[in-house]
Antibody, heavy 120, light 111 residues
Framework: EVQLVQSGGEVKKPGESLKISCKASGYTFATYWIGWVRETPGKGLEWMGIIYPGDSETKYNPSFQGQVTISADRSINTAYLQWNSLKASDTAIYYC?????????????WGQGTQVTVSS | SSVLTQPPSVSVAPGQTARITCGGDNIGAKGVVWFHWYRQKPGQAPALVVSDDNDRASGIPERFSGSSSGKTATLTISRVEAGDEADYYCQVWDSSSNHYVFGTGTKVIVL
């Protein structure tokens, strides 16, 4: 069974750094793109970026470029989303999801989500 | 930037049909646009319902169907049940920007 399991919820202060993870199982991690999606009450779902673990090629939504870093470690089948300096506006639920093989394809399955709360 | 517009909510009585539309004028300028649909129940992650305009995902009942025409798609839920109450999102890959775009989301309310 293909599964993505994300790290647990985090509570951070503004200015702190954070790295959340998404561990894949049930398939060859290197051969499928993994995307990250933000969910907020006001904006719904927003695509943040995507990484190909095979060679770490990464593409970002311009709205998130420079704000976050997406990476992957093939040796442990894990993708990451990290911030160097969190803001209150980063408070959201973050999902990882595996993209099907074609560029124009869908995301399935999804991780269970990681709640990130940034508050002083 | 690309925007996929959905109605904020659709209300439907049990047993009736719900239709959710999704469209964007400035997506996929370079070619065919494929629409995908997700269902998100409260407190859960989104889950694929329909891919490539009209292919039901594994485990999704035949009551769910998708269609598209140009840059607009519709998810139809027939014989609506109380358990269909959720938020539904469409998604495309915008070939003109090489980015993925989600719709604004529609809350299906079962009366």
């Amino acid at each position: 069974e293909v599964q993505l399991v994300q790290s647990g919820g985090e509570v951070k202060k503004p200015g702190e750094s954070l790295k959340i993870s998404c561990k894949a199982s049930g398939y060859t991690f290197a051969t499928y793109w993994i995307g990250w999606v933000r969910e907020t009450p006001g904006k719904g779902l927003e695509w943040m970026g995507i990484i190909y673990p095979g060679d770490s090629e990464t593409k970002y939504n311009p709205s998130f470029q420079g704000q976050v870093t997406i990476s992957a470690d093939r040796s442990i089948n894990t993708a990451y989303l990290q911030w160097n300096s969190l803001k209150a506006s980063d408070t959201a639920i973050y999902y990882c999801a595996r993209r099907a093989l074609r560029p124009e394809a869908w995301f399935d399955p999804w991780g269970q989500g990681t709640q990130v709360t940034v508050s002083s | 930037s690309s925007v996929l517009t959905q109605p904020p909510s659709v209300s439907v009585a049990p047993g009736q049909t719900a239709r959710i539309t999704c469209g964007g004028d400035n997506i996929g300028a370079k070619g065919v646009v494929w629409f995908h649909w997700y269902r998100q129940k409260p407190g859960q992650a989104p889950a694929l319902v329909v891919s490539d305009d009209n292919d039901r995902a594994s485990g999704i009942p035949e009551r769910f169907s998708g269609s598209s025409s140009g840059k607009t798609a519709t998810l139809t839920i027939s014989r609506v049940e109380a358990g269909d109450e959720a938020d539904y999102y469409c998604q495309v890959w915008d070939s003109s920007s090489n980015h993925y775009v989600f719709g604004t989301g529609t809350k299906v309310i079962v009366l």
